[in-house]
């Protein structure tokens, strides 16, 4: 009888608090004054599981971002109203120097795109594909063994 009871509780699924069910979501930031990129990268990485947080400007993402341990990646505009440089990638990266994040810009230079790297951050171009962007993400997301 002892047995019985053993393996019908074992059986029965889990119900894990809502706590842990939100954690299992990656969590991603994405930083630009664009409202209509905001929409459309929430709204690619929503039907893909991820969570979306949104940021307007510098200001704006350094509190959503605060110590980075709930945010898991950061897609950044370069310019931004009171950010057009690439101090606020900087201090992302002080805040949070695990946390991954991908520079989105129209005005891709060599130099951005070297300081951008030394700084941690990959680069993605704008215009872009909704999939590449997607695809972007997955991989910067995605443990690396080596």
């Known amino acids: 009888m002892l047995t019985e ?17 939100k954690s299992a979501r990656r969590c991603v930031l994405v930083v630009d004054d664009e409202r209509l990129l905001r929409w459309s990268v929430a709204e690619t990485l929503s039907a893909r599981g991820y969570e979306i947080a949104e940021a307007t400007d510098g200001r704006s993402a350094m509190q959503e971002f605060g110590d980075g341990d709930g945010t ?55 215009p872009f594909e909704l999939d590449l962007l997607a695809a972007t993400v997955d991989r910067a997301l995605t443990p690396h063994v080596y």
């Open 72 to 126: 898991d990646l950061v897609l950044l505009d370069l310019r931004l109203p009171d950010a057009w440089d690439l101090r606020l990638l900087a201090r992302i990266r002080q805040k949070g120097p695990h946390v991954p994040v991908i520079l989105m810009t129209a005005f891709p230079t060599r130099e951005i795109i070297e300081d951008a790297a030394a700084l941690g951050a990959s680069v993605l171009i704008k």
């Open 5 to 21: 009871t053993a393996t019908s509780t074992a059986d029965k699924p889990r119900d894990f608090p809502d706590s842990a069910k």
